[in-house]
């Protein structure tokens, strides 16, 4: 069983930055991909960063890249998000997901576990 949780999240401005953080306190992740998925208000939930268990191989979609970055530490029972140039529309509850897996798939619906989801809001 695993279990993740999240934190790091807050409002912050507009071009601001934020760190979001997953820990499986229970177990190790190290032979599990690992995801961050958000849920904007009133939409469905959509893929943001993966990261894949093996080589560390990451996938962003393409409304993140070049500001997000998924990264885990070298015990592999932590995962990062960092998030760059925030804009109003990255508003949504953040969530982190783990199959055990070294496929690296960044869909919702192939991920097993998930935490309770921390909130992000950027507003002025």
């Known amino acids: 069983q695993v279990h993740l949780v999240e934190s790091g999240g807050g409002l912050v401005q507009p071009g601001g930055s934020l760190r979001l953080s997953c820990v499986s306190f229970?177990?190790?992740?190290?032979?599990?991909?690992v995801g961050w998925f958000r849920q904007p208000p009133g939409k469905e939930r959509e893929a943001v960063s993966c990261i894949s268990s093996t080589d560390g191989t990451t996938t962003n979609a393409d409304y993140v890249k070049g500001r997000f970055t998924v990264s885990r530490d070298s015990a592999k029972s932590t995962v990062y998000l960092q998030m760059n140039s925030l804009k109003p529309e990255d508003t949504a509850v953040y969530y982190c997901a783990a199959v055990k897996s070294d496929y690296g798939y960044c869909a919702p619906y192939m991920y097993t576990y998930w935490g309770q989801g921390t909130q992000v809001t950027v507003s002025t």
């Open positions: 229970e177990s190790s992740l190290a032979y599990y991909d």
